[in-house]
Nanobody, 126 residues
Framework: QVQLVESGGGLVQAGGSLRLSCLAS????????MGWFRQAPGKEREFVAA????????NYADSVKGRFPISRDNSKNTVYLQMSSLKPEDTAVYYC???????????????????WGQGTQVTVSS
């Protein structure tokens, strides 16, 4: 079965940095788009970033563009989110996700993703 396990969250001051990791198993990782989403208390889950299964293509929400580069290492079945210049409004639970089908791109709606990790809390203090 598919498992996605996030790590790297924590408490950081505004302006600081964190790197999230997501280790995937149970799927042919190199054939899946991988995404990061976040959900703040009382808000809907929102798209943060995605990386295409091959070719280096990435996609970002406007709110994180230029601050949260996404990357992946297909040899390690791991996707990363390097977060810098963090703001209090970035506080949320961050989730790693994969769509149901291989080789799909351009997905940003949470309903397009079938596999989810348990989430990792990121708290940015002002």
């Amino acid at each position: 079965q598919v498992q996605l396990v996030e790590s790297g969250g924590g408490l950081v001051q505004a302006g600081g940095s964190l790197r999230l990791s997501c280790l995937a198993s149970g799927l042919t990782f190199s054939m899946y788009t991988m995404g990061w989403f976040r959900q703040a208390p009382g808000k809907e889950r929102e798209f943060v970033a995605a990386t295409r299964w091959i070719g280096g293509l990435t996609n970002y929400a406007d709110s994180v563009k230029g601050r949260f580069p996404i990357s992946r290492d297909n040899s390690k079945n791991t996707v990363y989110l390097q977060m810098s210049s963090l703001k209090p409004e970035d506080t949320a639970v961050y989730y790693c996700a994969a769509p149901r089908k291989i080789a799909t791109w351009g997905l940003q709606n949470p309903s397009d993703f079938s596999y989810w990790g348990q989430g990792t809390q990121v708290t940015v203090s002002s």
